[in-house]
């Protein structure tokens, strides 16, 4: 594969520049390069692969059962019959869709049951749901902040975080992926100027499958007056001895967080997000943030499969110590055998560190023909020199799903072998 046949493939047409072209949007040459790379190579795009069944250790990828890594169904809840019916009696009782904001006619006695649920496990007053994560990030974080104020956030926080500051207007000053001595120096640096301040982390960071010092991020929040805000969607469920999540985990009051961000997406085995915080705050984002009010409210059967699988996680926390025992025995399999997983805690999400795209797709690839899906992250994603494979594991997976897993890495990367970077990406 040329330098040159990349650039060409990848360049502008010739009517770039009219009103018409698309081609000039942001994103569009980073993409069309990756994807004529891979065309070139002859190799399969490992991304928008069809999954058929139930999204749970195992899954149909192309026609054939493959042992099921790439899907976030942690405790195994979206395979649940008691869930499975809750979705049901929901659509029985209520229809498929609110067929309105809450504001107007969407209310219904399902969104208030959930949203106690909620607020209650996270030791929060009071819990208001979206219809989805990533819109919970952008509106509640671009409505709580302004052009006056000022986010430091993680810089391995997730899209919806940095869309959310976006939207807001505020200075965002990320800080090097978990360096809280950094996040301080940032934030005593810029306090002064700003009205308001919002410190930004992740419980369980996605990409990294690692987590901050809550203890430190509060007393840091303190003490240069910010807000603290932590994204759990990956903690639910599998941080702490009940799931509690990252303050669980690390003996930390929840109450030093001032809002609780997670998604209804991952461990509730439904689709939505919510906010966990103080009543004021959430009455305030109920009746203004343009995702609650111009936005539907959540569907009847998501908001009943979350709430049936908060109930299940709150009954059965044996789930928890399965995923976490689990978890942690993948990440010391691929350790053992010579692969680097980042920082991970040996909690849901185990990144394997492959660096460039190519050769992440090549491995994908070949796990795939040995009868593993996992998650690929290319660029332009990640940068190129970190581009990884990332496995998530969940409760159901047996001990020899996770052996298998770790073996068949193994011989791929083996059969794999050394793969360049590619020209021009990065
Ligand atoms: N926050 C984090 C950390 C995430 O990883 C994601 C998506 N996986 C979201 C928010 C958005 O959640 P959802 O996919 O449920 O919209």
Redo the contacts with the bound molecule.
């Keep these: 594969l040329s330098k040159r046949r990349v650039a060409e493939d990848a360049a502008p047409r010739a009517d770039a520049g009219s009103a018409r072209d698309f081609s000039t949007l942001p994103g569009m040459r980073d993409y069309a390069l990756l994807r004529t790379a891979m065309q070139s190579l002859d190799l399969p795009s490992p991304l928008f692969q069809v999954h058929d069944g139930l999204a749970g250790a195992h899954s149909h990828v192309g026609g054939r059962a493959v042992v099921n890594f790439a899907s976030?169904n942690y405790l195994g809840l979206n395979n649940d019959p008691r869930v499975q019916q809750a979705a049901r009696n929901a659509i029985d009782r209520y229809g498929v869709s609110v067929s309105g904001a809450r504001i107007t006619a969407g209310e219904r006695v399902l969104h208030q049951e959930l949203e106690a649920a909620l607020a209650e496990w996270h030791g929060a007053e009071a819990a208001l749901t979206f219809v989805?994560?990533?819109?919970?990030?952008v509106t509640t974080i671009g409505h709580l902040m302004g052009p006056r104020d000022v986010v430091v956030h993680d810089a391995a926080?997730?899209?919806?975080?940095t869309e959310g500051v976006r939207l807001s207007g505020a200075r965002r000053l990320p800080f090097a992926h978990n360096d809280l001595d950094a996040a301080e120096r940032e934030l005593a640096a810029a306090r002064r100027g700003a009205q308001r301040a919002l410190l930004l982390l992740?419980g369980h960071?996605?990409m990294d499958g690692d987590c901050p010092d809550l203890a430190r991020a509060v007393s840091i929040a303190r003490r240069h007056d910010a807000w603290l805000m932590v994204?759990e969607?990956?903690s639910l469920g599998v941080l702490g001895p009940t799931g509690r999540g990252v303050a669980e985990a690390q003996g930390v009051d929840p109450a030093g967080v001032d809002l609780w961000?997670g998604?209804?997406?991952?461990t509730l085995s439904a689709?939505?997000?919510y906010i966990a915080a103080p009543r004021d705050v959430i009455d305030w984002l109920r009746h203004t943030a343009p995702g609650s009010v111009y936005s539907v409210g959540l569907a009847p059967p998501l908001a009943a499969a979350a709430l049936e699988s908060l109930r299940i996680l709150r009954a059965e926390p044996e789930r928890v110590l399965r995923l976490q025992a689990n978890a942690l025995l993948l990440r010391d399999l691929l350790r053992a055998r010579g692969f680097s997983t980042a920082g991970s805690i040996g909690a849901a999400i185990v990144p394997v560190m492959i660096g460039s795209s190519v050769r992440t797709a090549r491995l994908a690839h070949a796990m795939l023909d040995r009868g593993v899906a996992l998650q690929t992250v290319l660029f332009p994603a990640v940068p190129e020199h970190s581009a990884r494979l990332r496995f998530f594991v969940c409760a159901e997976h047996s001990e020899a799903d996770i052996r298998f897993a770790a073996d068949s890495m193994a011989e791929a990367a083996g059969a794999v072998g050394a793969v360049e970077a590619l020209p021009g990406l990065g």
């Design positions: 976030y989805s994560g990533h819109a919970t990030n926080i997730h899209n919806s975080c992740e960071y996605s994204d969607a990956h961000m998604t209804l997406s991952k689709s939505g997000g």
